[in-house]
C-alpha cells in the first residue's frame, strides 16, 4: 500500500476513533485525574494501589481473564481441529450448533444459571433423585463455586470467540504443508506442534485476546457467583454509588493499562506465524473420514460441550413455559401463557424492529472501519500501527457504562453529539456509533488474523497485471478475506443484537427501545417478571440462531469457514 | 445462486416465521404515542408495571377532563443513579446555553435522599397542588414527616406519592429445613443459622436501604435507654446502644451472600432458595409471595414487616425546572395525589378503582383513604402503615446526623471486608464462638458512636481523597480484626 494511503486511512480512521471512543471515555475517566484544588492528580490511582482490597481485585480479575482464556482454548483447539481434520456423522449441523452458546440473551442468562445451579435447582434435584446427594444438606454451587464456577461459566460461554477464529485460520491453511510433513515421517503430534499450531497462531491469538479481555472485564457472571472481590464488580459498585466519587474511574483506567500491555505483550510473543504467510491452499482440503466408533465419539463430543454449554439457555427455555420450576428437575407444569403476554406487550415488535437496524447498522460499519484498520495494521509500514491495532481493542476493556455516561453527556444540548440526536432525542445515530465502536475488535481481529494469513503476492500480481485497486479488492481481496469477516461479521451482528449497558441509558424512550431493553422491562414487572422476560429472551435466541446458522450455512460455501 | 433458493428458503422461512410471531400476538390498543401531539416527558426509575398504568390511566383522566389527547413519554435510563447522570448531564448542558429546562416535564419516583438532593440544586418547580389543594396536607392529610422520613417539602418543591418500606422476606422450606424458627425481626436475621443464607440490599447504592439500617440501629439504642440504670450518662448509653447495633449489622453481614442494588433479585433468590430470608421491599415481596401462593392458600415465600424498627420512606414526584408543559406536569402531580391515582397503587386490578392489568400492590401516601369504601378496596389495606408507624418513636437527635457515616461504616464493615469476615464467621460458628475470637471479631471501637459522629463524619464531608483513605483504612482495620478472629477461633480460643 502506498505509504500516503496509509496515512490518510490511519489519520481517517484514528479521528473517527478518537472522537467516538477517547474523547467520551477520557471525559468520563478524567474525573478520577482531577482535583478542585490542584488539578492533575494521581491521588485516586495512588490509593487503588494502597489498598489491598483493590489489589487483590485486579489481581483476581487478572487470574480470571487468563485461566478463562485457557479453559476456553482447551474447549475450542480440539474442537477445531477436529473439525478441520476429519469428517464424522453429522458434523455439518454440529460445526455451527457448536456456536450458538454464544447467543446468551443478557439478564436472564443468569437467571437460567440459576434455575440449573441454585440450591433448589434442577442438577441438586437429579443428584438427589439419583442418591448422589442427600436432599437435607443442598449443595450450594453458586456459593461454593466461586472462582472455578466463574471460570467454567467464562468457558463455556466464550469458547465459540475462539473456535471462529481457530476454524477460519485452519482454513487458510494450506494441506499441502502438512501433507509434506506427513510425507517426510512426521507424527502426527510433532505436525500438530510444528506445522498446524504455528500456522494458526493469528487465530489462536485473534479468539484469545478477545477471550481474554472479554473475561478480564466480565461483570456478569461474578455477579452470578455473588463473587464481589474481582476489579469490575467494584467498578461497577463504584460507579453506582452514592457518594458519586470518581474513585472508581481510576481502577477503569488501571483495567485499561492491564489489558492493552497484556494485548501489546503477547501479540509480540505470538501475534505472528513465525513460518510467515502461508500461500493460499491449492486444492480442496482433504478430510478423512472417521468410520464407525471413532466417528461416533467425535459426533459425541461435540453434541457434548454443545449439550453443557447450553445449559443456560435450557434453564431459560424451560422457565419461560414453567408455571413453576423449584427443586425439580423439571418444571412442575408447562404453559404457553408467558409467551403470549410477552410477545403479546407493546414495547415488543417496536423494540425488534429497532434492534434490528441498530445492530446492522453497526455491523456494516465495523465491518467497512474493521477491515480499512486491518489492512492499515497488516499492509502497510507506518509507524505506530500496531499502537493503533492496540488501542482499537480497548473498546472491549471499557465497562459499557462508562462510555455510555461519555455519550449521554455529550449528547446534551450545545454539547459535541448533540446533532446526532437532534431535538426529538432519537438516540438511533448515536445507538448505531457506540454499539460499532465497542464491538469494532471482533471484526478488527477477525481482518488481522485473515490478512496475515492470504497471502500478499496475489493481491500484488493483481495490480501489477493493471487491475485498479478497488478491483483488486473486490475481485482478490476480499474473496480471500470472507471466512474472516463473516465470522467477525456474526459476532458484531450478534454482540449487538444482546447489547445492554449502552442502550439502557441512552435509549430512554419506549419507541426507541432495543430488545434488551424490553427484555429488561419486562423483567421488572412484579410477579412474573421473570419468566416473561425469559420468553423474550428465547425469542432472541432462536432469531439469532437462526441467523447464525443462515450466515454460516449460506457463506461457508464461499469461505470456507464451515462446510456444511 | 441458482439451484440455491431452497437453502435461502430454508433460512429465510423460519426466521421470517420468527419475526412475525410478535406482530401476530401484538396486543391492541395501549398504543398513540403518534397519534397524539402533547407528550408529557415523565424521567422514572418505576417499573414497567407501574408506568403502563399510570400512563393510560392519567391520558384518559385528561382527555375526560379537557377533551385533549396526551401521551405520557416515559424517558427510563435505568435506576436513580442514571437518572442523576442524566440530569446532571441536561441541567449543566443547559447552563451552559443559557436555558432553563431540559426538556423533561417530570420526575416521577425513586427515593427522598434524590429529590433532596435535586431540590437544593434548585431543579424544581414550586407544587401548585399545595395551593389548590391544602387538605391534603392540614389535619389529617400527609404529615411533612414520620421517623424521620420527610414526605413532603417544606418549600414545596417534591411530594410524597406513594409508600414504601423495607420487610424481611423468607423462604418456608429453608427456615424449617435448617431447623430455625420464622423470623419476625431484624435481630433474628443475625442467627449464625442463616449463616450465607441472608440477602441483603446494598446501602451505598440506596438511601432508602441505609434508613433500614438507620431504624434499626435507633431500635437497639432505645432499647439501651429503656434499660438503662439511673446513674449512667445519656451519652454512654446511647454509646453501648450504638455498640450493640453495630455488632448485630456485623452479624447480619456474616450472615449474607452479597449485597445488591436490584430489588427485584432479593425476593426472586429466596423464592427459588438461593437465598433463606432477605431484605425486601414491601411491594415486591407482596406480590412474589402471593404469585406463588398454591391452591391450599400456603406460599413458599412469606413476607412480614418486622416488629419496631421499620421505616417507612415515599417515592415521590416534582415537576422539573423549566418545563416544557408545565400545566401538564402540574396536572399530573395533582392526578397522582388524587382519590383515582393513589387507589391505582393499591386497589385489585379490574375493580373499580383498580388498575387496567396488575395489581401493584403498593399503599397509597394518603392517610385519609385508609378508611370506608377506599380500604375496603385496597388489597393490602391490613398493612395499616400510619398506625404502625406511630407506635415507634423515632428520635433524630440519636441517629438523624449519622446518616451518611452509617452508610459508609455498613461498606467498610461489612461490604469490603465480607470475604474475610465469612471465612471468620465460618470458623466461629465451627468452633462454637470462643470468647477471644468472638470479641476480636466484635471489636467495633474504630466506628464507636463518637467517632462516626466526629472524624468519619468530617472526613467524609471533605476532599474525595482524603475519604477514600479513611474508608480503605477503616475497611483493613475490619479485615485485620476478622482474620485475627479466624486464627484465634482455630486454636479454639
Known amino acids: 500500500m502506498r505509504t500516503w494511503k496509509a496515512v490518510s486511512l490511519t489519520a481517517l480512521v484514528a479521528l473517527l476513533f478518537g472522537v467516538f471512543f477517547i474523547y467520551p471515555v477520557v471525559m468520563v475517566i478524567g474525573e478520577a485525574f482531577y482535583d478542585k484544588e490542584s488539578g492533575f492528580t494521581l491521588a485516586y490511582v495512588g490509593e487503588v494501589f494502597s489498598n489491598p482490597v483493590y489489589v487483590e481485585g485486579i489481581w483476581n480479575a487478572l487470574l480470571l481473564g487468563i485461566t478463562s482464556t485457557v479453559a476456553s482454548l482447551l474447549i475450542a483447539m480440539p474442537l477445531a481441529l477436529l473439525a478441520h481434520r476429519y469428517r464424522f456423522p453429522l458434523k455439518g449441523a454440529l460445526s455451527a450448533l457448536i456456536l450458538v452458546p454464544l447467543v446468551l440473551p443478557p439478564f436472564v442468562g443468569a437467571v437460567g444459571v440459576k434455575q440449573m445451579l441454585g440450591v433448589k435447582g434442577a442438577l441438586n434435584a437429579l443428584l438427589g433423585e439419583l442418591g448422589l446427594m442427600d436432599p437435607a444438606t443442598p449443595i450450594d454451587w453458586l456459593g461454593e463455586g466461586r472462582f472455578w464456577g466463574i471460570v467454567i461459566m467464562n468457558a463455556l460461554h466464550l469458547y465459540p470467540i475462539l473456535y471462529m477464529n481457530i476454524a477460519a485460520a485452519l482454513s487458510h491453511l494450506d494441506p499441502a504443508m502438512e501433507e509434506a510433513a506427513q510425507n517426510l515421517g512426521c507424527s502426527p503430534w510433532r505436525r500438530l506442534r510444528r506445522i498446524t499450531l504455528p500456522l494458526t497462531m493469528p487465530g489462536i491469538f485473534a479468539g484469545g485476546a478477545i477471550v481474554f479481555i472479554w473475561s478480564f472485564t466480565e461483570l456478569g457472571v461474578p455477579l452470578v457467583f455473588d463473587y464481589s472481590r474481582v476489579a469490575p464488580v467494584q467498578i461497577y459498585d463504584g460507579i453506582k454509588d452514592l457518594s458519586s466519587n470518581p474513585f472508581p474511574y481510576a481502577l477503569v483506567a488501571i483495567m485499561l493499562v492491564i489489558s492493552s500491555v497484556v494485548f501489546l505483550i503477547s501479540k509480540a510473543l505470538l501475534g505472528r506465524s513465525n513460518l510467515g504467510t502461508a500461500p493460499r491452499p491449492k486444492g480442496e482440503q482433504t478430510e478423512k473420514r472417521l468410520r464407525g466408533v471413532k466417528g461416533w465419539l467425535v459426533t459425541a463430543l461435540f453434541l457434548g460441550v454443545f449439550l453443557v454449554a447450553s445449559l443456560p439457555h435450557l434453564g431459560v427455555i424451560f422457565l419461560s413455559i414453567a408455571t413453576d420450576w423449584y427443586g425439580s428437575i423439571l418444571p412442575e407444569g408447562i404453559t404457553g401463557a408467558h409467551y403470549q403476554e410477552a410477545l403479546g406487550h407493546p414495547l415488543v415488535v417496536s423494540s425488534i424492529q429497532n434492534s434490528l437496524v441498530y445492530a446492522t447498522g453497526s455491523m456494516l460499519l465495523d465491518l467497512i472501519l474493521g477491515l480499512a484498520i486491518a489492512w492499515v495494521v497488516v499492509r502497510s509500514t507506518i509507524r505506530g500501527r500496531a499502537l493503533l491495532d492496540a488501542l482499537v481493542m480497548l473498546p472491549l476493556a471499557v465497562p459499557g457504562l462508562v462510555l455510555a455516561f461519555g455519550y449521554l453527556a455529550l449528547a446534551q444540548e450545545g454539547r459535541t453529539f448533540h446533532f446526532l440526536v437532534g431535538e426529538l432525542q432519537d438516540p438511533t445515530i448515536l445507538l448505531v456509533i457506540a454499539y460499532a465502536v465497542r464491538r469494532l475488535p471482533y471484526v478488527v481481529r477477525a481482518a488481522v488474523a485473515g490478512l496475515q494469513q492470504s497471502n500478499i503476492a496475489l493481491e500484488e500480481a493483481a495490480l501489477s497485471l493493471g487491475a485498479t485497486p478497488m478491483r483488486m479488492m473486490r475481485r482478490i481481496a476480499l474473496p480471500l478475506l470472507s471466512a474472516n469477516l463473516i465470522a467477525g461479521g456474526i459476532l458484531a451482528f450478534a454482540f449487538a443484537m444482546l447489547e445492554v449497558s449502552d442502550s439502557l441509558i441512552l435509549a430512554q424512550q419506549a419507541e426507541h427501545y432495543p430488545i434488551t431493553k424490553a427484555i429488561y422491562s419486562l423483567l421488572s414487572m412484579l410477579g412474573n417478571g421473570y419468566e416473561l422476560a425469559s420468553a423474550l429472551g428465547v425469542w432472541a435466541m432462536v432469531f439469532l440462531g437462526i441467523s447464525i446458522l443462515g450466515a454460516v450455512v449460506l457463506a461457508g460455501r464461499r469461505g470456507g469457514l464451515f462446510r456444511i | ?493
Open chain 2, 1 to 493: 445462486m441458482r439451484g440455491n433458493w431452497k437453502k435461502y428458503l430454508g433460512i429465510l422461512a423460519p426466521l421470517a416465521a420468527v419475526v412475525a410471531a410478535p406482530m401476530v400476538m401484538r396486543e391492541t390498543g395501549a398504543e398513540g404515542a403518534r397519534a397524539t401531539e402533547v407528550r408529557l416527558e415523565v424521567i422514572t426509575p418505576h417499573t414497567e408495571t407501574i408506568r403502563r398504568e399510570f400512563g393510560e390511566a392519567f391520558a384518559e383522566h385528561w382527555e375526560e377532563k379537557t377533551g385533549e389527547s396526551v401521551y405520557v413519554n416515559w424517558r427510563v435510563p435505568g435506576g436513580t443513579s442514571e437518572i442523576k447522570r442524566v440530569l446532571d448531564g441536561a441541567y449543566e448542558a443547559a447552563a451552559g446555553i443559557g436555558k432553563e429546562g431540559i426538556g423533561i416535564d417530570v420526575f416521577f419516583g425513586g427515593g427522598a435522599f434524590d429529590f433532596i438532593a435535586q431540590a437544593k440544586l434548585g431543579r424544581f418547580e414550586t407544587l401548585r397542588i399545595f395551593e389548590t389543594q391544602p387538605e391534603l396536607f392540614g389535619k389529617g392529610g400527609i404529615p411533612a414527616m414520620v421517623s424521620g422520613e420527610p414526605y413532603y417539602d417544606a418549600g414545596h418543591l417534591w411530594v410524597g406519592a406513594v409508600l414504601s418500606s423495607f420487610g424481611i422476606c423468607y423462604n418456608v422450606d429453608l427456615v424449617a429445613g435448617r431447623g430455625l424458627e420464622p423470623p419476625s425481626r431484624w435481630d433474628d436475621l443475625g442467627d449464625p443459622g442463616y449463616a450465607r443464607g441472608i440477602a441483603l440490599a446494598d446501602t451505598t447504592k440506596s438511601a432508602s436501604v441505609t434508613k433500614s439500617f438507620e431504624m434499626l440501629v435507633q431500635q437497639k439504642i432505645q432499647e439501651e435507654l429503656a434499660a438503662a440504670e439511673e446513674p449512667e450518662a445519656h451519652e454512654v448509653v446511647v454509646a453501648r446502644g450504638w455498640d450493640k447495633s453495630m455488632r448485630l449489622i456485623q452479624r447480619i453481614g456474616a450472615n449474607s451472600r452479597y449485597f445488591t442494588d436490584s430489588s427485584a433479585k432479593i425476593p426472586r433468590d429466596v423464592a427459588q432458595g438461593d437465598a433463606v430470608a432477605g431484605m425486601c421491599i414491601d411491594f415486591y415481596g407482596r406480590t412474589f409471595s402471593e404469585g406463588l401462593k398454591k391452591a391450599d392458600g400456603t406460599s413458599r415465600l412469606q413476607f412480614l414487616t418486622p416488629t419496631g424498627g421499620s421505616s417507612i420512606s415515599v417515592d415521590p414526584v416534582a415537576v422539573l425546572k423549566g418545563a416544557p408543559h408545565p400545566e401538564l406536569a402540574q396536572a399530573f402531580v395533582e392526578f397522582v395525589l388524587s382519590r383515582e391515582g393513589q387507589m391505582l397503587w393499591a386497589a385489585a386490578p379490574g375493580t373499580e378503582m383498580g388498575p387496567k392489568y396488575r395489581a401493584l400492590r403498593r399503599l397509597p401516601i394518603r392517610p385519609d383513604l385508609y378508611e370506608g369504601e377506599t380500604l375496603a378496596a385496597m388489597v393490602d389495606g391490613a398493612a395499616m402503615p400510619y398506625e404502625k408507624a406511630e407506635k415507634f418513636t423515632y428520635d433524630p437527635s440519636l441517629t438523624g446526623h449519622l446518616f451518611t457515616p452509617l452508610r459508609n461504616i455498613v461498606r467498610v464493615m461489612c461490604i469490603d471486608a465480607h470475604e474475610e469476615m465469612k471465612e471468620a464467621w465460618a470458623a466461629l460458628i465451627a468452633a462454637d464462638f470462643p470468647p477471644e475470637a468472638t470479641a476480636k471479631f466484635h471489636d467495633v471501637s474504630a466506628v464507636a458512636y463518637e467517632k462516626a459522629g466526629g472524624t468519619i463524619k468530617s472526613t467524609l464531608k471533605g476532599s474525595k481523597v482524603d475519604a477514600i483513605r479513611m474508608l480503605g483504612d477503616l475497611a483493613g482495620s475490619f479485615r485485620a480484626n476478622y482474620k485475627e478472629a479466624r486464627r484465634l477461633a482455630r486454636k479454639g480460643r
